[in-house]
């Protein structure tokens, strides 16, 4: 990546990079002149150029970026991709644990069965709790990303726990969190090579160890997935 930005390459093909800068430029324009406003990641960019935006961090301050055209059209690009391939991998999982298990298959047609009509609605698809439990163990055994990092904007202490010893953290160290890890450690899912959708339920999730499920990391840099 950094050799690639010293020869200003992006590893797209020139005609590919002119359409999405135009896409994402019409894009702005229309919504400026119009006043259209969508519950969308453009619009959330375009307010934090206009500082009407809380940076989640500082008691809930607005914070004004300085972004170009450029600029947001190089995170929609960053959004589009990475929410394809990660979306697109839980899909090709959650089928494959699908076709392993027959009896959570053929509890998840019964639900279909029973919560669809003719019609598909996102409403419907987010009021299946079952399939819900599905996505999550899908999740939990592969994860978006194996890992995430985190710099320390000032010194902290994690106080000794068990037969853990304390852990000190001084202003700029990296802190990195194996999400991967996490998720299959017997301490906190037993037998964690096993897919249950049933760690998900109503009355298991509960029993979960906070921020040892971290398919999309936690705070205000999680991912929005």
């Known amino acids: 990546m950094a050799l690639s930005y010293k020869l200003h390459h992006s590893g797209t093909k020139q005609e590919v990079s002119k359409f999405i ?10 919504r400026e002149r119009e006043g259209i406003v969508r519950p969308d990641m453009i619009h959330l960019l375009m307010e934090a150029r206009k500082e009407r935006v809380s ?11 300085d972004l170009t055209d450029e600029d947001i059209t190089a995170q929609a690009t960053v959004f589009f991709l990475a929410g394809f391939d990660t979306a697109s991998t ?6 494959y644990f699908l076709a392993l298990n027959e009896d959570v298959q053929d ?3 019964a639900e279909i069965d029973l919560v669809f009509d003719d019609e598909v609605t996102y ?10 439990m599905i996505i999550s163990e899908s999740l939990r055994l592969y994860p978006p990303v194996i890992a995430v990092d985190r710099v320390c904007e000032k010194p902290f202490s994690i106080p000794a726990s068990d037969d853990q010893p304390a852990i000190t953290f001084n202003k700029g160290d ?23 959708p049933e760690r998900f339920s109503e009355e298991n999730k ?13 705070g205000p840099r999680s991912c929005i997935g």
């Not at 800068?21 to 229309?30: A, N």
């Open 21 to 30: 800068h135009s896409l994402v430029k019409d894009t702005l324009r229309t």
């Open 174 to 196: 990296l802190a990195w969190i194996p999400i991967y890890c996490l998720h299959r450690d017997e301490d906190y899912f037993p037998d964690p090579e096993r897919f249950d």
């Open 123 to 132: 409403e419907t698809v987010h009021s299946m709790k079952y399939l819900d």
């Open 107 to 109: 509890r998840l047609q």
């Open 55 to 65: 940076d989640g961090v500082n008691g809930g301050k607005t914070a004004k970026l």
């Open 206 to 218: 509960k029993n979960i160890k906070p921020f040892t499920y971290l398919p999309f990391g936690l």
């Open 90 to 95: 839980l899909l090709c999982f959650a089928s």
